[in-house]
């Protein structure tokens, strides 16, 4: 069978890579494959380029577990993307408890995100643009906004919300813009594979970014499915929404979770799902990769998240192929 990330760009698609993180890189069997240029040809770490990662205090800044990442891509020769900056979760108590007015928190979000881009520029997601005949154009790839909105499409109540409203989304996206003028700049969000008000919302809230002017590039399909619950069709048009409206998409942490003890028919239908997922990013140009949420079950965040359920990944926690990689292979046309 042939390499995932050589498939995906055989397919027309700039990479197919997977989350790790710094804990992780020292399991040296799990490092190898991930190291694969053929298989991962671009990484998002899971946790370390977080806010309470970055900048645990105010005006303290760490950049050691990012960097290790960044490294590892750039020693293996993979795209990366920045994950991320401005997010409820993984806030540190100064900035989540902080008794803000709308001038310190404004500043508070621009020194963070200036300071983060800055320290990242050129490194994460470059590539040769495809339209440009002889300039290679450094881009970086920033999930500028993560998660703002919630399941019924109103936005979600966060420090940054109640003090901003929602003008923090804006002043992030000018701010990273302002750091990295190259950068593509993605807002990423869950559930948004669904017919679903939230779909709805986040064309909205791009509708509204671009009347504003924002510098908005992207949308990231998160892709935290559950076995048996993957629509095809309904993914290519909620992408298809994103795409006429001038941005470009991408599938940014797949995994497909199965109620444990999982059966070989819940391999088989995972295989289904995976394929499924792949192909409505092929069938959508503006869909630019596929990210896993790590490759392998033996580093996946579900089973400590969701009781019961597990087994999301495409490698086993022996690190062996599951029929998912062959339904991946097949999403993109690979044998
Ligand atoms: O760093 C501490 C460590 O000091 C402590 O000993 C340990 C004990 O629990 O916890 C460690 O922090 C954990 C952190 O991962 C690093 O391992 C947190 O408890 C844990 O909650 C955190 O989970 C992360 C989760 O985001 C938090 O929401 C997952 O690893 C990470 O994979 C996950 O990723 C998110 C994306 O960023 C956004 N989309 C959803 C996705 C899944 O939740």
């Not at 979600?156 to 919300?161: I, S």
């Not at 679903?196 to 992207?218: C, F, N, R, T, Y």
């Not at 495409?314 to 062996?320: G, H, I, M, T, Y």
Request: contains cysteine.
């Amino acid at each position: 069978t042939v390499a995932l990330n050589t498939a995906a760009k055989a397919a027309g698609k700039l990479y197919f890579g997977s989350a790790t993180d710094t804990p992780e890189l020292p399991d040296s069997a799990y490092l190898a494959i991930l190291s694969d240029t053929a298989m991962f040809g671009q990484l998002t770490p899971g946790n370390s380029m977080k806010w309470d990662s970055i900048e645990p205090e105010q005006n303290v800044f760490n950049f050691t577990g990012g960097d290790q990442i960044v490294a590892l891509a750039e020693t293996t020769g993979k795209l990366m993307r920045g994950h991320n900056l401005v997010w409820h979760s993984q806030l540190p108590d100064w900035v989540m408890y902080g008794t803000w007015t709308p001038q310190t928190l404004t500043s508070v979000i621009r020194t963070h995100v200036w300071t983060e881009v800055s320290h990242y520029r050129g490194k994460i997601f470059y590539f040769i643009a495809s339209e440009s005949s002889v300039v290679t154009l450094s881009q970086d790839a920033w999930d500028v906004v993560n998660e703002p909105l919630n399941d019924n499409g109103t936005m979600r109540a966060d420090v940054f919300y109640d003090i901003l409203n929602s003008s923090y989304i804006n002043l992030a996206l000018q701010t990273a813009h302002a750091a990295d003028p190259y950068a593509k700049l993605y807002i990423n969000d869950y559930n948004l594979e669904y017919a679903s008000p939230k779909i709805d919302a986040m064309v909205q809230l791009v509708e509204d970014l671009l009347v504003a002017g924002a510098p908005i590039h992207g949308i990231g399909f998160e892709g935290h499915f559950i076995l048996g619950e993957v629509s095809g069709t309904q993914l290519q048009t909620n992408m298809e929404r994103i795409t006429a409206l001038g941005l470009e998409v991408a599938i940014t942490e797949l995994d497909v979770r199965i109620q444990l003890p999982a059966t070989d028919a819940d391999l088989k239908q995972q295989k289904a799902d995976y394929m499924t997922v792949v192909q409505a990013c092929m069938a959508v140009p503006g869909c630019v990769g596929v990210t896993l949420w790590d490759y392998t079950d033996r580093h996946s965040w579900i089973p400590s998240t969701f009781p019961g359920q597990g087994e999301a990944c495409p490698w086993n926690a022996n690190l062996l192929r599951k029929p998912a990689y062959d339904g991946i292979a097949m999403g993109f046309n690979a044998p």
